[in-house]
């Protein structure tokens, strides 16, 4: 079964206060790892596909990078704006759902 | 263009009732999904379909639920003598072909039931 543990829970920043947000995952064969954003009382919106390790995406501030065991999301100097709550996501070979980690909250403090 | 549209946006329930929830994805999106998200946690996967079969409906918690989907269009999640732990978000997708196109989602329907 494949497994999706997203750290921290939550995670306070100052504006300006550049992070990083771990996803790890075990898959019997990856098709995709998917990065959403979702804001209160919003369905998630999608960010980033990364398909094979080494593979980078840029989007803003919000950076993706993939290896065989994890994901990180980098967050160069945040604004208030990139408060969210971010969702990791895999997609299996051969499979169609995704299953998704249980998210990390992000608050930038002005 | 128009995204994910679902309705009800809220919906309170008394236990023991029937309720139907309605999602109209994007137009051309031939792959659609229900994904369910309990308060604090993640979603949770319920079932997809691929034009108006269903393939996967390994998610369905119960008998209780039940998923249909016409004209390649609109599907409805019907949930049978609804019980609490049901209370959640309900969320729909759509994708493009169901492959690893990325999902796009609406902004779900809240059910409580008292």
């Known amino acids: 079964e494949d497994q999706v543990t997203q750290s921290p829970e939550a995670l306070r920043l100052q504006e300006g206060e550049s992070s990083s947000l771990n996803c790890s995952y075990t898959v019997s064969g990856l098709r995709g790892l998917f990065w959403y954003r979702q804001d209160p009382g919003k369905g998630p919106e999608f960010l980033f596909t990364l398909y094979s390790a080494g593979e980078e995406k840029e989007k803003e501030r919000l950076k993706a990078t993939l290896t065989k065991k994890e994901s990180f999301l980098h967050i160069t100097a945040p604004k208030p704006e990139d408060s969210a709550t971010y969702l990791c996501?895999?997609?299996?070979?051969?499979?169609?759902?995704?299953?998704f980690g249980a998210g990390t909250t992000v608050t930038v403090r002005a | 263009g128009a995204g994910v549209s679902q309705s009800p946006s809220n919906k309170v329930t008394e236990k023991g009732k029937d309720v139907e929830l309605r999602c109209d994805p994007i137009?051309?999106?031939?792959?659609l999904y229900w994904y369910r998200q309990r308060l604090g946690q993640g979603l949770e996967f319920l079932i997809y379909f691929q034009g108006n079969s269903a393939p996967d409906k390994s998610g369905l918690p119960s008998d209780r639920f039940s998923a249909e989907r016409t004209g390649e269009s609109v599907s409805t999640l019907t949930i049978q003598r609804t019980q609490q732990e049901d209370s959640a978000v309900y969320l729909c997708?759509?994708?493009?072909?169901?492959?690893?196109?990325?999902?796009?989602f609406g902004n779900g329907t809240r059910l409580t039931v008292t």
């Open positions: 997708a759509s994708s493009v072909t169901g492959g690893n196109s990325p999902l796009h």
């Open positions: 137009s051309g999106h031939t792959a």
């Open positions: 996501a895999v997609q299996a070979i051969g499979d169609y759902k995704l299953s």
